[in-house]
C-alpha cells in the first residue's frame, strides 16, 4: 500500500482537525459545557451536517480535545525520562511542565483537562466509552511509575517512599492543583496577592523538601 494520503485523504484529515481546534478554542474560552454543536461547526465554518458525519456526539470531541492534551502530557514524561539522571532531577522537571503550562497559551492543556474531568463527573452516561482517554491516561501511569521505580534507590529521596506514594503526591496533587489555579479569573474572586506560577514554585519547594533524604 502507498505509504502517502490520496488528496481525499489529506482533506479528510485536515477537516478532522479543523473540528477539533476549533472545538478546542470554545471549550477553552466557553467551557465545554456551554459549547454546542452548533457553535463548532460555525468555528469550523462547514455545515452542522458535516460535523454530524465526522463527530455524530459531542462527546465523541470532547474526548478527542482531552486525549491530545494527555498526549502532550506523556510525551513531556518520556522527554525527562530520558532527559534525567536522578530521581530528583526527574521529580523537579515534571513539576516545572506543570509550571510551564501555566503559560503555555493561556493554560490551555491543565484548563481544558479540569473541564473534562468536571464534565465527565456529571455527564459519564452521555459517552459511550471512553478507551482512549483511559488508555492514554493508563500509559502515562505506566511511564511515571516506571521512572520512579528506576531511579527511586538512587540516594536523591527518601527510601522509604513507595512508587504509588509518590504519584498520588507529585502527579495527582500537583497536576490537581495546577488545574485548579489554571481556572484563575474565571469567577468573580478577590485578586490573589501572588501569581498562580508563584503558588506552584511553593508548592514544587514544599514537595521537593518532603521527598529529600
Known sequence: MPSH????????????????KAAE????????????MDEIAKEAEIGIATL???????????????TAKLRILLGALKEIEECTSTCMEMMTAVM??????????????????DNFVNYKAVAIDSFDDLNMYNEMRDE???VFTRMIETRKNDGTIKQ???????????LSNFSVFTFKLSLKGNEDLP??????????VIMKRIFLDYLKP
Open 191 to 200: 485578586a490573589p496577592e501572588i501569581t498562580s506560577e508563584e503558588q506552584l
Open 160 to 170: 522509604e517512599l513507595r512508587a504509588a506514594q509518590i504519584i498520588s503526591t507529585i
Open 52 to 66: 454530524f458525519r465526522y463527530f455524530p456526539k459531542k462527546e465523541l470531541i470532547i474526548q478527542e480535545v482531552a
Open 96 to 113: 516545572d511542565f506543570f509550571i510551564d503550562q501555566m503559560a503555555e497559551q493561556d493554560g490551555a492543556m491543565p484548563k481544558l483537562l
Open 140 to 142: 502515562i501511569s505506566i
Open 5 to 20: 494520503l490520496s488528496n481525499r485523504e489529506r482533506a479528510k484529515k485536515k477537516r478532522r482537525e479543523t473540528i477539533l
Open 25 to 36: 478554542n470554545l471549550f477553552l474560552h466557553q467551557g465545554i459545557d456551554n459549547t454546542t
